[in-house]
């Protein structure tokens, strides 16, 4: 049963990348582009350290592993997971019925179905950057990868739930963008500068804190116990947003919209 | 053996009702009001195994909702079904292991790839033995003649190649049903013929059961050989497509382009003008009473001709005229 979920789910990423070369110069400018999006971005932050070098306890390697943390787990989810951003869209077009005539879980195959290459050199750069800019262990290697993953199964249960939002509105498409760049644009800066409640909002309606600033805390320091509710917080976030789509999916209408797969 | 049965099935849509006029349309923005559309109203039908039933109706009347319903795509708002022993809507992904599905207006092959791409995707899928699927593949591709096309991104194909491959794509894992939902839909006669062609090669050579939806004429008599009417969300004939030819399908439309203007002459019992105007000219026969080919020879008789066209009447037209029959034996 595993192996064969596992056949079809490489299928998805033969397909998928065939797909993306038959655009080659698009796929690399699409690459480059992001993988400049991320330096300009960690070329500021260098820029403001030198003139401030602490912000609330913040310094300039905190940053760095939030960047590295973020661009690794947002680069899966979006790369990996592409069609979850396009889920308002394919519940209000009706777009769930190809799905629904295959033999698979909706959600697994939905999630799988669509990778979006150039969101996949995000997921290269973080990695790249902690290797170049952070001094490393074995342990805080392994710590950067248990939390980076946990914070990407928040990230990934986050959008599903934003996304499903839209079997019981009829729409959503905007409020689904605008969450989730309120997750993004919270997420790339340093915990300390949010207080009190927006920081209680920020570890629930916006879990901007368990997707990057968990992560970042336990590198400096590794706490079981914050370990612990990041893993917690992975798995509520995934079993909501496990609940939340197939309550929404019994609500689904369909739709007669012409559509073509690409 | 029946494989679909369904009975008293029923579909509400909830449709928000928007009001004219920019206040009402703000107000209902805050407080929206809602209005049930019954789409199907207490479907029940029965369909045996190796069948080839078409299941027609004019827009509007049901067709695609029940076979979504049939197929596990959507919750019914009441009502039963079984399909090869399956609840659909509570055992959809056992079900869909054994039938196929095509939807003339979503496509399953990928765009930029060729469709060769997306069968090895579907083998997955379907969790088909590889080289059982190589086997099939080979088989299909002889078949539906797709040859070179397999290799062609299916972007550059046409409409009716990408319809091929669409219908052969689906009968990949061998299904128990094939559901059709206008297959044949913007293609034009030539490919339209071929489509028909290799549905009517699944049944009657595989044994696949066909429930095809169309609002070609033209579909049901070349394919099926049971029909099921449905209007406004229910059944209203089901009956051999030999019964509904001999009773509805007895009129055909003949359009012509003529070498001089039209100016009559075609005085023939079962045959009347719906129009004329200048060179062109559309004719309605009654082929019961004047056969076709008596027509065509008599206008050739009487005019130069430099085109013709010869069709069904439109579905709406076969539906009223079930109505005027029922209302008449009635």
Known sequence: MGGKYLAFIFAYLRANIAAALEYRATLVTQVLGMILNDILWVVFWVLFFTRFPVVKGWTLEDVLILWSSFAFSAGLVYGLFFSVRLLPRLVVEGQLDYYLALPKDVLVHLLVSRIRP?????????????????????????????????????????????????????????????????LLHFASYPAGIFDGSLKFLLFTVIPAGFVTWLPVELMRSFRWDLFLGLAAAAAAFLGAAVLVFRAGLRRYESGNLLAMRS | ???????????????????????????????????????????????????????????????????????????????????????????????????????????????????????????????????????????????????????????????????RCEIAASLLHRPEILFLDEPTIGLDPVAKGAIRELIRRANREEGVTVFLTSHDAGDIEQVCRRVIIVSQGQVVLDDTVNA??????????????????????????????????????KLSVDTGITPIDRVISHILRQYPVQDITIQNPPMEAIIAAIYRGKAVNQ
């Open chain 2, 1 to 163: 053996m029946a494989v679909i049965t369904a009975t008293n099935l029923r579909k509400v849509f909830r449709v928000a009702r928007k009001p004219e006029g920019g206040w009402a349309r703000l107000a209902a923005t805050f407080r929206p009001r809602y209005v049930e559309q019954e789409a199907v109203r207490g479907l029940s039908l029965t369909v045996e195994k190796g069948e080839s039933l078409a299941f027609i109706g004019p827009n509007g009347a049901g067709k695609s909702t029940t076979i979504k319903m049939l197929t596990g795509i959507l919750h019914p708002t009441s009502g039963e079904a079984r399909v090869l022993g399956y609840v659909p809507w509570l055992q959809r992904q056992e079900l869909a292991f054994r039938i196929g599905s095509v939807f003339g207006q979503k496509s399953q092959l990928w765009l930029h790839l060729p469709p060769v791409d997306t069968f090895n995707l579907l083998a997955r899928i379907y969790e088909l033995d590889w080289s059982d699927y190589l086997r099939r593949r080979a088989e299909l591709v002889e078949l539906f003649e797709l040859g070179d096309l397999m290799y062609t991104p299916v972007r550059k194909l046409s409409l009716g190649q990408r319809m």
């Open chain 1, 118 to 182: 150039f969101n996949l050199g995000d997921a290269l750069f973080g990695p790249l950057l902690l290797v170049t800019t952070v001094d490393l262990t074995g342990s805080r290697v392994a710590i950067f990868l248990a939390t980076t993953l946990l914070s990407a199964a928040v990230l990934l249960g986050f959008e599903i739930i934003g996304g499903s939002l839209a079997f019981f509105l009829g729409s959503g498409d905007a409020l689904h963008e605008q969450l989730g760049n309120a």
């Open chain 2, 244 to 281: 509904l030819r001999r009773d509805y399908l007895t009129t055909k439309e003949i359009d012509l382009k003529l070498g001089v203007p039209f100016a009559g002459g075609i005085d023939l019992p079962g045959v009347s003008v719906i129009k004329a105007r200048g060179y062109g000219v």
